[in-house]
């Protein structure tokens, strides 16, 4: 490996001596670098030493945790046009939302996350009902479904985000998404959505990034997007 290719905090494997942090580039030494071992790495554990660079290699970047995943998923919602046209779509269409969970924690750990983004509340003032499914395994859930938006953005929402697939009824006009990073935090807690068919346009309107208030106003509108009117249509 060349010393050019390394910098301060590199992850790296030494040869004979294991796994540490580069520390030190000593620009005055031309083919070693300070390493500060991992503990657990026999010997050397915790120790910092110099590290002749033909003897280093990178160590592949750590995978990413579960929250870490999942904070990943919610940022690719907001930054996708085909999202706001959905969140659009949902204000001027009929719409239905729900929040499910088995009886017992699972359904106070729903009313706990629909309250942290304001989804606990209905806009007549009552308390929200999360409903309880049969499936234990299946935990919270949090869906909409709504009319046909086609498959064009839905292919494309689910091509963006990674994380969504809506889904159409079977024999039915009807699209749904059950996704809680969709559902939860996009609508509600970006957006300010409320499970509810009545909802707050203005409020709504006032947190679409500028960027993206093309996109959501289209789907207002009910522009069917298709794959070849695609550019003519110019969501986002």
Not at 54 to 75: G, M, S, W
Not at 164 to 183: D, H, N, S
Request: charged content about 25%.
């Amino acid at each position: 490996m060349n010393k050019t290719d390394i910098t301060l905090g590199m992850r790296v494997k030494v040869s004979a001596r294991g796994k540490g942090t580069v520390v030190d580039l000593m620009p005055t030494t031309k083919f070693f670098v300070k390493v500060e071992y991992d503990l657990g790495q026999g010997k050397f554990s915790g120790m910092e030493m110099n590290a002749d660079v033909d003897t280093i290699k990178p160590l592949p970047p750590p995978k990413p945790t579960r929250i870490e995943k999942y904070h990943a998923q919610v940022n690719a919602v907001r930054q996708s046009p085909f999202a706001y046209y959905v969140a659009g779509w949902l204000l001027t269409h009929d719409s239905n939302y729900n929040a499910s969970a088995p009886e017992g924690e699972q359904t106070d750990s729903a009313l706990e996350e629909l309250a942290a983004v304001g989804m606990d509340v209905l806009t007549d003032g009552s308390d929200v009902t999360v409903t309880h499914g049969r499936n234990l395994a299946q935990g919270r859930s949090y869906s909409v479904t709504t009319e046909d938006f086609g498959d064009y953005v839905s292919g494309s929402l689910a091509a963006a985000t990674s994380v969504l697939t809506p889904y159409r009824g079977l024999g039915t006009p009807i699209r749904g998404i059950q996704a809680k990073q969709f559902v939860l935090d996009f609508l509600g807690g970006d957006l300010n959505f409320k499970l509810d068919k009545t909802q707050d346009v203005a409020r709504i309107l006032s947190r679409v990034p500028a960027a993206f208030r093309s996109a959501f106003e289209q789907g207002m509108r009910g522009e069917k997007i298709e794959k070849e009117n695609a550019t003519a249509a110019s969501i986002g």
